[in-house]
């Protein structure tokens, strides 16, 4: 609840817990066991934020976020925390929301040119190695070098396919690019594709400042990414929530401290993020949220244990809350002790026992204090939230969807000429070039072929002709024609030596 200028997020019989809007950029981090509360806590933290007038983005990886659109239901379980808590002023309520869907089915498409994108995170989404991931940053720079514009996996696959064809032209300036390389990620985009995934690529973009937005009373508008199935592949969902902060990064100005954050950023399941990141990876994401804050965002990280966000960034989170851990095993009691010591200590209560015993609702709270340090950790019982608890039915969803002042916007695909046209346009007058050639080389051999057909049979003629004067029956032939020839002038002279005589 938003109360005071102040974010009421829990509440014991002594103590209010409230996050300082000025201190909200600082980051946080809400850990947990499966069950213990963690959702119902980023939802009722994203109501106290849009009651702020502060834009949320949060991805519901199962299904349950979506209520937040319905007013929720004063039932028994919630009167009976509002009456123990004694909350003046609570109302059940529906709050501003719009729906985000990559795959286009639950919510408003989300796509980013493959440019934009860009190989790190791609290679994350295709499950590259190091020496791919190589590859295809190559493929980028060369891309980017000959004005290929890379909007979707067309034009990937198409630069792909060129520049392995013409791999030897590109080695002396830009290195070794191996077909087998090329293979292996032409395959994964593939499998991409079987995905759906597709979709996410291509134009036209997102723009950032369709969430950063607020309703006609001024509330933060709740962006929420349907994600329970894109959730179904960890490494591609971690991929692409990566993706999503980094451009909101890009996207937005310095703006220095604020009275309240431009945004907030809910990263739920952050475990898959961090889970086997190679250290300049590490390195890349630990400047964004070094940085990020100065430019309006809070960014809030959602896990089981503490010891899921590498300690350079969980350096950087001074907003906690911490729900109930199982601790069975010494390995259980190890992360439960380590979520122990990252609080300040309160003389009132062992922190490592008091973790263990939370019950469902209840957590460890931390927040930052006007100074700007860590307050003293307390227990209290974190608020109910206003809006439905749980999934909404396809109509009522389509009804948000369909009355969105978005509706439509990002519907339609657009198709600017890009690689796949340019390479395509390419390959034809290459071809047709080649076709030239061929034809002036084949019109050359033809007149070759003819002119040799010609000299053959001249040749073959005057050798019949040769053969024909050699036979017995040419040369008897002749001999009786010259004889015959003799005698005839022989009697024409002599005629006409008859007829002088004569005269």
Known sequence: MYINNKLLIGKNDKVESCLLPNLANRHGLITGASGTGKTITSKVMAESFSDMGVPVFMADVKGDLAGTAVAGEMNDNISKRVENLKLEN??????????????????????????????DILSMMLGLSEAQEGVLNLLFKIANDE??????????????????????NYTLDYGNITTQSIGVILRSLNALENQGLDKFFGEPELDIKDWISVDNNGKGIINILDAVELYKNPDLYS??????????????????????????????????????????????????????????????????????????????????????????????????KAAAESFRVNPNFKTYDTILELGTGEALVSFQNEKGEPSIVERVMILPPQSKIGVIDEMTRNKIINNSPLCGKYDEDVNDESANEIITKKNEEKAEKEAEIQAEKDKIKAEKEAAKKQAEEEKAKRKAEREKKSTPQYKLGKKIFNMGTTRLISKFFSAIFKGISKK
């Open 147 to 168: 004005n290929l514009e890379l909007d979707d996996l067309k034009d990937l696959k198409s630069a792909l396919n060129y520049i392995g064809e013409n791999r030897k």
């Open 239 to 336: 991929a692409i929530m990566l993706c999503l902060f980094t451009k909101l990064y890009d996207s937005m100005p310095e703006v220095g401290d604020l009275d309240k954050p431009k945004i907030v950023f809910f990263f739920d399941e952050a475990y898959f993020l961090f889970r086997e990141m190679p250290s300049y990876r590490l390195k890349q994401i630990e400047k964004i949220v070094r940085l990020i804050r100065s430019k309006g965002i809070g960014l809030y990280f959602i896990t089981h244990y503490t010891t899921d966000i590498p300690d350079t960034i969980l350096d950087q989170l001074g907003n906690r809350v911490q729900h109930n851990l199982r601790a069975y095993t010494p390995a259980d009691q190890k992360i439960a």
């Open 90 to 119: 609570f109302e059940v309520k529906e709050f501003p929301v719009r729906f985000w869907d990559v795959y286009r089915l639950n919510g408003h498409p989300i796509r980013f040119k493959v440019s934009e994108v860009g190989p």
